[in-house]
């Protein structure tokens, strides 16, 4: 049993098809034979700014809700709600977060896409699932 959850949740969505899955407030607890979970995940019906709800899936005694309050206003949405409350975004993980990416943006000045008919080049990321990435074309 030493396989990892995914970026894309492939292993989270199946650990909740098991035969026995319990939920209690933020903690999740999923067990078959061959597979189990245990996660912390924000409660059903709670958003991202109700602080108290947060820290509910945050276990671990460092963790204070004046923490993360303050990481709240610091890291991008997206950051927030994947590495703080748990919550599973759509997408596999991307290989640049959203704040940077919009950072590079304003630096270069806005230039926006490149016309059409010009390549700019590809990168393929490596994915978590043991994939690589391929060359830029």
């Not at 004046?66 to 997408?91: I, N, P, S």
């Not at 990168?123 to 830029?136: E, L």
């Amino acid at each position: 049993m030493g396989a990892l959850i995914r970026a894309d949740g492939y292993l989270r969505e199946r650990a909740l098809k098991l035969p026995e899955v319990k939920r209690d407030g933020a903690f999740t607890r999923a067990v078959g034979d061959n597979l189990a979970m245990l996660a912390w995940e924000l409660p059903q019906g709670a958003t991202i700014d109700d602080m108290d709800a947060v820290k509910e899936c945050n276990p671990a005694s460092w963790v204070t809700v004046d923490g993360l309050r303050e990481q709240r206003e610091a890291v991008h949405e997206l950051g927030f709600c994947r590495y703080h409350a748990t919550v599973w975004t759509g997408g596999e993980a991307p290989w640049i977060l959203a704040d940077m990416w919009d950072g590079l943006r304003r630096r270069a000045g806005d230039r926006g896409r490149p016309q059409r008919g010009r390549r700019s080049g590809r990168f393929d990321p490596p994915r978590h699932d043991g994939g690589g990435g391929r060359a830029p074309r």
